[in-house]
């Protein structure tokens, strides 16, 4: 059985395993999940037996080495699991200095940015908490312009070619989503310069192209 991801064009998370699986060359199957559609498709009955959580993506996968069918959610303990099991290319370096300055720069993106501003949040912000649909993106552009200028400090000192030094890490396949969402979001992202040199340096990859919203199956649904 070849590995099933469960993810939507537009969601960041399906997005890093996406091109987590292409970097690695994994052949597998896409299954989109509509996020809005019929109230979300996230939150159905069946889908709930992926992810209680009612979250994009899950990984149906059968380990090799124990020859146990997985399925799994988070996708930073996904893309840490591909990366053991299919290490080439490694995402997260062996020496621990560079691994831990890889994962700080991945959980800059992943753990404080997209959280707050996935979509749950952004509807608990109007429908529950009384935020007019016209001040979403200034929320966003706050989170993002405060959290890209502080990446954009520590790209100064670990970026080469890409975040950290000259090979793709897991700090790259955390940082194309949000700046596609920002973009997304008509953040203005001139005051980066490190991260735009990054960022065209991975547009380059045919990876980074594969996994790229627009290239799914369910882009513009
Ligand atoms: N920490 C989780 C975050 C997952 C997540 O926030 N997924 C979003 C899309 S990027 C989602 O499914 N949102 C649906 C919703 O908010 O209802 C991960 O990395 O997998």
Request: glycine share 4%.
């Amino acid at each position: 059985m070849i590995p099933k991801l469960y993810g939507y064009w537009r969601s960041s998370a399906s997005y890093r395993v996406r091109i987590t699986l292409a970097l690695k060359g994994i052949d597998y199957e896409y299954v989109p999940v509509h996020l809005l559609r019929d109230g979300g498709e996230q939150k159905s009955v069946a889908y709930q037996t992926l992810n209680p959580a009612q979250l994009v993506p899950t990984l149906e996968i059968v380990d090799a080495v124990a020859n146990q069918p997985l399925k799994l959610n988070q996708s930073l303990a996904i893309i840490e699991y591909l990366d053991v099991r299919f290490p080439e290319p490694k995402l997260i370096p062996d020496d621990p200095v560079q691994a831990a300055v890889v994962r700080m720069l991945a959980l800059d993106m992943a753990a404080d940015l997209q959280p707050v501003t996935n979509l749950r949040i952004l509807q608990a912000l109007t429908t529950t908490f009384g935020l007019p649909e016209s001040a979403k993106g200034e929320w966003i552009q706050l989170w993002v312009t405060r959290t890209f200028a502080a990446f954009e400090k520590r790209l100064r000192d670990t970026a080469g070619r890409y975040c950290v030094g000259d090979t793709v890490t897991l700090a790259d396949v955390c940082l194309m989503p949000q700046v596609y969402n920002a973009q997304r979001f008509k953040v203005d992202l001139t005051p980066y310069p490190t991260l735009l040199r990054v960022v065209e340096n991975l547009e380059a990859l045919p990876a980074f192209h594969a996994a790229a919203p627009e290239q799914q199956s369910d882009a513009n649904t």
